[in-house]
Every structure is written in structure tokens, then in C-alpha cells.
């Protein structure tokens, strides 16, 4: 059963800048999926359009379930309100009624490990304990599909191992997760599926130490790699 159906997907920004370019592409509910490619290859881009933030120039998108993005640092957050407020405004962002929030409040502030700073207006945090709390708001909204976006290389690495495990809950319950990672030690270690952009296009999806070697020579042969689309 499909997650997320991308059909000929084109996306241009102002001045004609393509960020993807006829794009097809499913992903099976249930899968974690990691996404590979340099720098304005599009992989944020695709976040973005499965999460809706952004609409597709062209095609169509269909996305089966309820989306958590993690897409951007601070993205939901209000800066001059607190944690504490943050939660309930995040949160109420991704579909949690208040209801929901408050069942989970202490167990979303205990996986950031935030108590301390609970009640501190965020422009205050620093750039981990944005990460912390937003991921951990993001796991505890029950989403079918969760979206990351490298945002994991800004915590510190117990954090990290700890983002990790969650994913991997997460994947033994069927939760659809789509990660974009320039760590390929991460991609081979967790991800089932990988796929990789380059320009805008889809140069490889499969299995993720294919998909790997794919990554080390458009890095190594750009220029090549492309022309061959």
C-alpha cells in the first residue's frame, strides 16, 4: 500500500530555477526511505512538497496519512514564547487537539530533556535544544509519515542515538519514515530504501549500498553523472 504517490512532479522556484524536474516516484507505507544527493539536488524540496508546504508547478502528489515534518530548524516555533508554549503551538500545528497535548506534555519536555528550560522564551535555546524539541514534539503526535530533513546533525550524539531508536520504533509499527542524510554510514545502517537526486532528477533508488555507490561517484564525477539523465 502506498504512503506517498509523487506523479511527474515539477517544481520551479523565481527565476526559473528548477528544483525538480518530471519526477515519478512511490513509497510503500510502512518503509524508511533515505534520500542521497549534493547540495541543490532537491531533496529538501521533496519534504516539502510531501509535507504541503510548498505546491508542485506540475503533477500531482497523494499522500496517505498524517504527516509530521521535520523539515527546517525552528519551523513552528513562535521565538519570544516558551517551551512550554511552543509545545502546545507545534503541536496543535501537526493536528493535536489540546486534549492530546497535555496527556503527552510531560513525556514530549522528559525526550527533550528540556525541564529546565521549559518556561524560557526559545530565541534563548540554542540550536540543539531546538532540535530536541521539535523532534520530540513531531515523535509524539502519532504520525503515519515522518519527514526529516538533516536536522539530526545539529544535535549532540547521544541525541542522536536517541532519534535514531525512536526511528527504528517507529519503523517496527509500520510508520512510513523519509530521511534526508548526507551521513552514508546512517543511510546503509537504518534505511530499507535509498534514493538519489541529482539537478532534480531521480539517478537511483534501490537497495541503499547501491544506491551508496551511486552517491560517491556523482561526487566524484559530477558532471558525468547528470549527463547521463
Known sequence: MAGVTLHHIRKVYGRGVTAIDDLDLTIEHGYFVCVLGPSGS???????????????SEGEIAVYGRVSPLIELGAGFHPDLTGRENVFLNASILGMSRKEVLARFDEIISFAELWDFVDTPVKRYSSGMYIRLGFSVAVHSDPEILLIDEVLAVGDAAFQEKCLAKMQEFRSRGVTIVLVSHSMGLVQDFCERALLLGGGHL???????????HYTDLISHPDAALEAV
Open 42 to 56: 532537491g531533496k529538501s524540496t521533496i519534504l516539502k512538497l510531501i509535507a504541503g508546504v510548498t505546491a508542485p
Open 203 to 213: 539517478l537511483a533508488d534501490g537497495p541503499p549500498a547501491e544506491v551508496v555507490r
